[in-house]
């Protein structure tokens, strides 16, 4: 088999019966995306606390010098380990000779992006008009080499559906990184124990990882290998960086055109909308392209998999960019302070964005799963061609809030329709997932019209965030779920019963 056919080719295994393949793939699935999503859930309720926490502690400044130095991370983590993690998840040759190149490639390159990093953050600084943040960039692009490091390691896991070793190394690092954010906090570090928090973290992160992976952080090198990695992951880098560019753009328009402290703001807005997007999206990529790249032999069945795991994104999704979109004020101005005000109307349209990216997400890993990663490249360029002018025109014209309305928008007109009509390609049936959306979409309107009347007639903050939050996940559901309203248990019971016994029958 060639070195380009080993990234190709899924053979099907006839060894055991199909039923039985469906079978174990299934507890399989089940049992990485309960490990992950329920560590992904929760260190996003963790970081909820601390970002209370440090709201009251630092300033909008603080949080806008780190952005600006995050930023440059933020894009350069896409490319950071070239691909090479996508690579040996689905490589079907020699997976030995497979990671060592891998790892030798993904270090190699890391270190070289910190090099860069390093020399060029003065310029970057001054150009930015935040000299400080120099300093601050130089330390943070420490967690290039510590993710170029760790990249094979946590892809072999990935490979083995191991998710619950790796969400356990990620719930030890999480007390890790939090401690020593909120103590450089209170000890008055300012924007620097956000760095401190993070890097430290990555570095508890890399340990765990180092200590679970063992001898499969050997360097080595084959050419063969290497020039095969190359071709499948290269192009998959340069989407990385592209998608990552476009999430970052708005951080560097801001910061840029109106500056630091506006960033700052803007810079919450985003993490906060962010919590449910990296959850959701984080939980099943670590399952979806591993299980989608099985299914590649199968046209039908991969269909039918994305098209029911596109539609229970959507139904998960909806309530939760409602609540955020919609009782953005009274949350952010209770749970980090009313200084954070002025970031209420940016969550609102990022919490849109939100909820596009996590659709997109699977999409993707579809996509790259069947190998079609130059697709993705092409549908993300056209994305960032439609953005880059808007995000410009928007922070010329208006403020914090009309930037993440420009940012919202093209991801809901160009961006999605895009993407999904990209996954025609590899043969999902638009045609057959739009009915499936009808139910959801009006359950999601009646839900955000009912959540807007209940705050209208309501006055503090806390009523308006506890009334609305209820009415907008009962009408939601009540719409979208109807059979867990408007069914006894018992009936409910009966009908799962029944479902059992049709399945036993097909058997």
């Given at each position: 088999?060639?070195?380009?056919?080993?990234?190709?080719?899924?053979?099907?295994?006839?060894?055991?019966?199909?039923?039985?393949?469906?079978?174990?793939?299934?507890?399989?699935?089940?049992?990485?995306?309960?490990?992950?999503?329920?560590?992904?859930?929760?260190?996003?309720?963790?970081?909820?606390?601390?970002?209370?926490?440090l709201?009251?502690?630092?300033v909008?400044?603080?949080?806008?010098?780190?952005?600006?130095?995050?930023?440059?991370?933020?894009?350069?983590?896409?490319?950071?380990?070239?691909?090479?993690?996508m690579?040996?998840?689905?490589?079907?040759?020699?997976?030995?000779?497979?990671?060592?190149?891998?790892?030798t490639?993904?270090?190699?390159?890391?270190?070289?992006?910190?090099?860069?990093?390093?020399?060029?953050?003065?310029?970057?600084?001054?150009?930015?008009?935040?000299?400080?943040?120099?300093?601050?960039?130089?330390?943070?692009?420490?967690?290039?080499?510590?993710?170029?490091?760790?990249?094979?390691?946590?892809?072999?896991?990935?490979?083995?559906?191991?998710?619950p070793?790796?969400?356990?190394?990620?719930?030890?690092?999480?007390?890790v990184?939090?401690?020593?954010?909120?103590?450089?906090?209170?000890a008055?570090?300012?924007?620097?124990?956000?760095?401190?928090?993070?890097?430290?973290?990555?570095?508890?992160?890399?340990?765990?990882?180092?200590?679970?992976?063992?001898?499969?952080?050997?360097?080595g090198?084959?050419?063969?290998?290497?020039?095969?990695?190359?071709?499948?992951?290269?192009?998959?880098?340069?989407?990385?960086?592209?998608?990552?560019?476009?999430?970052?753009?708005?951080?560097?328009?801001?910061?840029?055109?109106?500056?630091?402290?506006?960033?700052?703001?803007?810079?919450?807005?985003?993490?906060?909308?962010?919590?449910?997007v990296?959850?959701?999206?984080?939980?099943?990529?670590?399952?979806?392209?591993?299980?989608?790249?099985?299914?590649?032999?199968?046209?039908?069945?991969?269909?039918?998999?994305f098209?029911?795991?596109?539609?229970?994104?959507?139904?998960?999704?909806?309530?939760?960019?409602?609540?955020?979109?919609?009782?953005?004020?009274?949350?952010?101005?209770?749970?980090?302070?009313?200084?954070?005000?002025?970031?209420?109307?940016?969550?609102?349209?990022?919490?849109?964005?939100?909820?596009?990216?996590?659709?997109?997400?699977?999409?993707?890993?579809?996509?790259?799963?069947?190998g079609?990663?130059?697709?993705?490249?092409?549908?993300?360029?056209?994305?960032?061609?439609?953005?880059?002018?808007?995000?410009?025109?928007?922070?010329?014209l208006?403020?914090?809030?009309?930037?993440?309305?420009?940012?919202?928008?093209?991801?809901?007109?160009?961006?999605?329709?895009?993407?999904?009509?990209?996954?025609?390609?590899?043969?999902?049936?638009?045609?057959?997932?739009?009915?499936?959306?009808?139910?959801?979409?009006?359950?999601?309107?009646?839900?955000?019209?009912?959540?807007?009347?209940v705050?209208?007639?309501?006055?503090?903050?806390?009523?308006?965030?506890?009334?609305?939050?209820?009415?907008?996940?009962?009408?939601?559901?009540?719409?979208?779920?109807?059979?867990?309203?408007?069914?006894?248990?018992?009936?409910?019971?009966?009908?799962?019963?029944?479902?059992?016994?049709?399945?036993r029958?097909?058997?």
């Amino acid at each position: 088999m060639s070195g380009s056919d080993t990234l190709t080719s899924m053979p099907v295994s006839h060894d055991e019966d199909d039923h039985d393949v469906d079978s174990n793939r299934i507890t399989r699935v089940v049992r990485g995306l309960s490990w992950t999503l329920g560590s992904q859930l929760f260190s996003r309720g963790i970081n909820v606390v601390m970002g209370a926490v440090l709201a009251r502690i630092l300033v909008p400044e603080d949080y806008g010098v780190f952005g600006l130095a995050l930023l440059v991370i933020n894009i350069l983590i896409g490319i950071n380990d070239v691909g090479m993690t996508m690579a040996v998840v689905r490589w079907r040759g020699d997976i030995r000779t497979a990671a060592r190149t891998a790892v030798t490639l993904a270090v190699v390159v890391s270190v070289g992006l910190y090099a860069v990093v390093f020399v060029g953050a003065p310029a970057y600084a001054s150009y930015m008009d935040a000299p400080e943040a120099a300093s601050m960039l130089r330390v943070l692009a420490l967690v290039l080499v510590l993710d170029g490091i760790t990249a094979v390691p946590s892809a072999i896991l990935i490979r083995r559906s191991q998710q619950p070793k790796l969400a356990r190394a990620e719930l030890l690092t999480l007390p890790v990184g939090v401690a020593v954010t909120l103590g450089s906090a209170l000890a008055g570090a300012g924007g620097w124990s956000l760095v401190a928090g993070q890097l430290v973290g990555n570095v508890t992160m890399a340990v765990a990882l180092i200590v679970l992976a063992g001898s499969w952080l050997r360097p080595g090198f084959d050419r063969a290998t290497a020039r095969s990695m190359i071709v499948f992951s290269v192009p998959l880098a340069t989407t990385s960086l592209v998608e990552y560019v476009l999430l970052n753009s708005d951080y560097f328009v801001v910061g840029r055109l109106l500056g630091t402290t506006a960033l700052g703001y803007y810079v919450l807005a985003f993490n906060v909308s962010s919590w449910p997007v990296t959850a959701v999206t984080q939980s099943i990529r670590r399952v979806s392209i591993s299980e989608f790249a099985a299914m590649q032999g199968s046209p039908e069945q991969l269909d039918r998999a994305f098209r029911s795991g596109f539609v229970v994104l959507v139904k998960v999704m909806l309530p939760l960019v409602m609540g955020l979109g919609l009782l953005a004020g009274p949350f952010l101005r209770l749970v980090f302070g009313g200084q954070w005000a002025p970031a209420a109307p940016v969550l609102t349209w990022l919490a849109v964005l939100g909820g596009v990216r996590v659709a997109q997400g699977l999409v993707f890993d579809v996509l790259v799963a069947v190998g079609r990663s130059a697709t993705t490249l092409v549908v993300k360029l056209v994305w960032f061609v439609a953005l880059v002018p808007a995000l410009l025109m928007a922070a010329h014209l208006g403020d914090i809030e009309t930037v993440a309305l420009a940012q919202a928008a093209v991801g809901v007109v160009v961006s999605l329709p895009l993407f999904l009509m990209a996954s025609r390609l590899v043969g999902v049936r638009l045609s057959a997932l739009w009915p499936q959306l009808v139910r959801p979409a009006i359950a999601g309107v009646c839900a955000g019209v009912s959540g807007v009347f209940v705050q209208t007639m309501l006055g503090t903050d806390l009523t308006r965030l506890l009334a609305g939050g209820v009415v907008i996940l009962v009408v939601y559901t009540a719409i979208a779920f109807p059979g867990l309203m408007w069914t006894s248990p018992r009936s409910r019971g009966r009908h799962r019963r029944r479902r059992l016994r049709m399945r036993r029958a097909q058997r």
